[in-house]
């Protein structure tokens, strides 16, 4: 929506609302958020409300903290479940500036605008859509998330086997009450695994969809007495979630990944575009994986990419091209997770692609046969690499990768990498369960 600083405040009045919540996301994209009065709209319309960015995940110093909330008026939007008989309250997702005016370097959302910005001074647009997979789990007596699902459904299972119909059911009617396009909801693979759907967008757009989505998921499973988990991997042996990524460049508004006369219909542009991400997924996979959990999802035997890949016909590899052509033409990126920063994400998958683009890197042939399959020897003998294997394998690339630190920029490679290694430090010191189970009264 395209709106005006006079659309908000007639809404404000005619709605009565009550509260207004500035919305941003931290280095990890979990949200956060300043509730304030209506009566201090205009000020924070106009830029001038302040928090204490030392207390945010990645931002700045003590020293430092004074941080500046600018909202973005299109992203008005009504919470529905507050607005029958409660407190009513809106939303605002801002951009976070230093005191100085500059746009602050560890934003998430500022830096997928700059990548973005850098996209268009190619010509480029970019649309994404994700398809992001949730669990919900009971609650114990005290209140607290278990790994018991509530189901016992698989793949598009119906009631009265998927007990969590009803949930995602007012999941889906929130986002549409939130001005969502909904194209389909069901139950996933395994027991208590949700999938809800929603149309494609712009690249910031679709970023702020996949924030406020993991937010109604959230709120709603709540009102079921339910935990809904964006964890990649909760249970061992069933099939983790992941967060497929739809994405396309749009120029002088044609699919610029769409060629009539090409084989396949895709256009050098696409396959450029490809060639740029095969060769940096190594080094933003910590980006679009970022947890040591996201990396127990990427095994095989689950549908998870392992393997640096395209194909036109299987599912198997990294990125996949769906079938439909003209304006739908497309990849669809299989690795990233939901627990992923969806600016980041988008951010540096972008970049990829675009590096793909400037400097004409051709992809290897796609592989239309099933990876999983083949030999180690047959692989290799096709030149077909593999992701990381876990998260510390992930930031030795990431460390390794110019153009993906250059993307992040300074401040927020920094914060990020320090964080993860003291996450994957922390995980490898640890003694485990299972290596109780395994090893305790054995040796």
Same mark, same amino acid.
């Given at each position: 929506?395209?709106?005006?600083?006079?659309?908000?405040?007639?809404?404000?009045?005619?709605?009565?609302?009550?509260?207004?919540?500035?919305?941003?996301?931290?280095?990890?994209?979990?949200?956060?958020?300043?509730?304030?009065?209506?009566?201090?709209?205009?000020?924070?319309?106009?830029?001038?409300?302040?928090?204490?960015?030392?207390?945010?995940?990645?931002?700045?110093?003590?020293?430092?903290?004074?941080?500046?909330?600018? /909202? =973005?008026?299109?992203? %008005? #939007?009504?919470? $529905?479940? *507050?607005?029958?008989?409660? &407190?009513?309250?809106?939303?605002?997702?801002?951009?976070?500036?230093? /005191? =100085?005016?500059?746009? %602050? #370097?560890?934003? $998430?959302? *500022?830096?997928?605008?700059? &990548?973005?910005?850098?996209?268009?001074?190619?010509?480029?647009?970019?649309?994404?859509?994700?398809?992001?997979?949730?669990?919900?789990?009971?609650?114990?007596?005290?209140?607290?998330?278990?790994?018991?699902?509530?189901?016992?459904?698989?793949?598009?299972?119906?009631?009265?086997?998927?007990?969590?119909?009803?949930?995602?059911?007012?999941?889906?009617?929130?986002?549409?009450?939130?001005?969502?396009?909904?194209?389909?909801?069901?139950?996933?693979?395994?027991?208590?695994?949700?999938?809800?759907?929603?149309?494609?967008?712009?690249?910031?757009?679709?970023?702020?969809?996949?924030?406020?989505?993991?937010?109604?998921?959230?709120?709603?499973?709540?009102?079921?007495?339910?935990?809904?988990?964006?964890?990649?991997?909760?249970?061992?042996?069933?099939?983790?979630?992941?967060?497929?990524?739809?994405?396309?460049?749009?120029?002088?508004?044609?699919?610029?990944?769409?060629?009539?006369?090409?084989?396949?219909?895709?256009?050098?542009?696409?396959?450029?575009?490809?060639?740029?991400?095969?060769?940096?997924?190594?080094?933003?996979?910590?980006?679009?994986?970022?947890?040591?959990?996201?990396?127990?999802?990427?095994?095989?035997?689950?549908?998870?990419?392992?393997?640096?890949?395209?194909?036109?016909?299987?599912?198997?590899?990294?990125?996949?091209?769906?079938?439909?052509?003209?304006?739908?033409?497309?990849?669809?990126?299989?690795?990233?997770?939901?627990?992923?920063?969806?600016?980041?994400?988008?951010?540096?998958?972008?970049?990829?692609?675009?590096?793909?683009?400037?400097?004409?890197?051709?992809?290897?042939?796609?592989?239309?046969?099933?990876?999983?399959?083949?030999?180690?020897?047959?692989?290799?003998?096709?030149?077909?690499?593999?992701?990381?294997?876990?998260?510390?394998?992930?930031?030795?690339?990431?460390?390794?990768?110019?153009?993906?630190?250059?993307?992040?920029?300074?401040?927020?490679?920094?914060?990020?990498?320090?964080?993860?290694?003291?996450?994957?430090?922390?995980?490898?010191?640890?003694?485990?369960?299972?290596?109780?189970?395994?090893?305790?009264?054995?040796?």
């Amino acid at each position: 929506m395209n709106y005006t600083r006079e659309d908000i405040l007639h809404f404000v009045k005619k709605l009565k609302i009550k509260f207004i919540r500035l919305q941003f996301v931290d280095i990890f994209g979990i949200p956060k958020n300043v509730a304030i009065p209506v009566q201090q709209l205009n000020k924070a319309l106009d830029g001038e409300l302040m928090f204490d960015g030392s207390s945010i995940e990645g931002f700045v110093r003590i020293e430092e903290s004074d941080m500046y909330l600018r /909202p =973005d008026i299109n992203t %008005f #939007a009504i919470f $529905p479940w *507050n607005s029958h008989g409660g &407190v009513a309250e809106a939303r605002l997702i801002c951009d976070i500036y230093n /005191p =100085d005016g500059t746009p %602050f #370097a560890g934003c $998430p959302r *500022n830096t997928l605008k700059r &990548v973005l910005t850098q996209a268009a001074e190619m010509g480029y647009t970019m649309n994404a859509g994700p398809e992001a997979e949730f669990f919900l789990f009971l609650k114990n007596e005290q209140g607290q998330a278990t790994t018991m699902t509530h189901d016992r459904a698989s793949y598009f299972d119906l009631m009265p086997v998927d007990l969590g119909e009803s949930a995602r059911r007012d999941m889906v009617l929130t986002l549409q009450e939130m001005g969502f396009e909904v194209e389909a909801s069901h139950h996933e693979v395994a027991p208590g695994q949700h999938e809800i759907a929603f149309k494609y967008a712009d690249a910031l757009t679709t970023a702020d969809n996949i924030a406020t989505f993991k937010l109604v998921v959230r709120t709603i499973a709540m009102r079921h007495n339910l935990h809904a988990t964006f964890m990649p991997k909760p249970i061992t042996g069933v099939a983790g979630s992941g967060m497929h990524t739809h994405q396309s460049l749009f120029k002088d508004g044609k699919n610029a990944f769409y060629d009539p006369d090409a084989p396949s219909q895709l256009s050098a542009i696409a396959r450029y575009y490809i060639g740029g991400i095969l060769k940096h997924v190594k080094g933003f996979c910590a980006i679009t994986n970022p947890l040591v959990n996201s990396y127990k999802r990427l095994v095989p035997g689950y549908e998870a990419p392992v393997y640096i890949a395209w194909s036109e016909q299987n599912r198997s590899p990294l990125v996949r091209i769906p079938a439909r052509r003209g304006i739908g033409t497309r990849i669809e990126l299989r690795n990233p997770d939901p627990s992923c920063n969806p600016y980041l994400a988008l951010a540096v998958t972008l970049a990829a692609g675009l590096d793909g683009i400037k400097n004409k890197i051709a992809p290897p042939a796609p592989v239309d046969q099933n990876i999983y399959d083949l030999t180690d020897k047959e692989r290799e003998a096709l030149g077909i690499e593999m992701l990381p294997q876990d998260l510390g394998e992930a930031l030795e690339e990431l460390e390794k990768n110019t153009l993906i630190k250059k993307t992040l920029g300074e401040h927020l490679y920094n914060s990020f990498m320090n964080a993860k290694k003291i996450e994957w430090r922390r995980y490898r010191t640890q003694v485990h369960q299972w290596e109780l189970d395994s090893y305790l009264t054995v040796y």
